[in-house]
């Protein structure tokens, strides 16, 4: 069946760096979706890419979604302890049946 | 306005018991997802309704778990039989419609089967 998978599995970052979390599909998608889950809290929708190569930007965050529409990426430019988390990517293939990554949980040691 | 609400917020029981687990949704929402969240993993998708109907139960893991939206809004998720394996955050999201991107997930309830 469908497969999303995520790396790095965590991430320590120094408060200032960058963060970069990468998604990867076993199948086409036809959108993928980007949720962080605060610890204790529940996933909380970022954002939705639906056009091969897009790149759509929120303040620090950059989201992609490759050629292929089968990787997707997430970048945040100087991190803040504000960003600390869980970031899933999510994609579904056409069914609306969402299909989401394992994660990748970012500490920002201040 | 309120966002989507799950009861109870933990449950506790023994192996072998029944349970059900009440989502409601944000007001004017179609569209209604399970999902099972075990600890370090992301949400695994159980069910989605659109209305009233099932459009998708391919993630029920077996027939233990049912799960109903009678009137096209509140939906309660069943597990017959209970087993420690069931234990998990079960989180409950609605949207717009099954098109509309963003779903709105509630706080979960915490099953914790002894």
């Known amino acids: 069946g469908q497969q999303v998978m995520q790396i790095p599995q965590y991430q320590h970052v120094q408060e200032g760096e960058d963060f970069t979390t990468y998604c990867n599909s076993s199948?086409?998608?036809?959108?993928i979706q980007w949720y962080k889950q605060r610890p204790g809290g529940h996933p909380v929708f970022l954002i939705q890419?639906?056009?091969?190569?897009e790149v759509k930007k929120q303040k620090r965050l950059t989201f992609q979604f490759g050629e292929a529409k089968k990787n997707s990426s997430l970048h945040i430019t100087a991190t803040q302890t504000t960003d600390v988390g869980t970031y899933f990517c999510a994609g579904d293939t056409g069914g609306f049946k969402t299909i989401f990554g394992a994660g990748t949980r970012l500490f920002v040691k201040a | 306005g309120a966002g989507v609400s799950q009861t109870p917020s933990n449950k506790v029981t023994e192996k072998g018991k029944y349970v059900e687990l009440r989502c409601d949704p944000i007001?004017?929402?179609?569209?209604l997802y399970w999902y099972r969240q075990s600890l370090g993993q992301g949400p695994e998708f159980l069910i989605y309704f659109q209305g009233t109907g099932a459009a998708d139960d391919s993630g029920l893991p077996n027939d233990r778990f049912f799960a109903v939206r009678p009137e096209g809004s509140v939906s309660t998720l069943k597990i017959q039989r209970t087993e420690r394996g069931d234990s998990a955050v079960y989180l409950c999201?609605?949207?717009?419609?099954?098109?509309?991107?963003?779903?709105?997930f509630g706080p979960g309830t915490r099953l914790t089967v002894l």
């Open positions: 007001s004017g929402h179609t569209a």
């Open positions: 999201a609605s949207s717009l419609s099954l098109s509309a991107s963003e779903q709105f």
């Open positions: 890419l639906v056009k091969s190569g």
């Open positions: 199948t086409t998608l036809s959108n």
